[in-house]
Nanobody
Framework: QVQLVESGGASVQSGGSLRLSCAASGNTYTKRCMAWFRQAPGKEREGISAIDADGSTSYADYVKGRFIISQDNAKKTLYLQMNSLKPEDTAMYYC????????????????????WGRGTQVTVSS
């Protein structure tokens, strides 16, 4: 099992930027998929972006060109650079991991992941 801890959430104004981090510990697999999700009050959890161990990335259409996922394998840390933030980006942001597998087309399905962090809050004001 992988333990995940997110950080970097904050309150920012529309148009601002934030970088979220997710530190992994425990059984970190060589082959794995890691992803960012978010959940706003009253809404379902939605996939933002995912990255394989080899650096291959996938993005949801609504964040393409604004958010960038990256990782530092030596530090076992996942990042999400968020630019041009909008009020509708306000949500709790979660890090997720699925060990011994690749992301594939199912990466946006939150039920597929077996490790989750507790989340970090991002609030964007207009």
């Amino acid at each position: 099992q992988v333990q995940l801890v997110e950080s970097g959430g904050a309150s920012v104004q529309s148009g601002g930027s934030l970088r979220l981090s997710c530190a992994a510990s425990g059984n970190t697999y060589t082959k794995r998929c890691m992803a960012w999700f978010r959940q706003a009050p009253g809404k379902e959890r939605e996939g933002i972006s995912a990255i394989d161990a080899d650096g291959s990335t996938s993005y949801a259409d609504y964040v393409k060109g604004r958010f960038i996922i990256s990782q530092d394998n030596a530090k076992k840390t996942l990042y999400l650079q968020m630019n041009s933030l909008k009020p509708e980006d306000t949500a709790m942001y979660y890090c997720a991991a699925k060990g011994n597998d690749i992301c594939g087309t199912w990466w946006p399905l939150w039920e597929w992941y077996n490790s989750w962090g507790r989340g970090t809050q991002v609030t964007v004001s207009s």
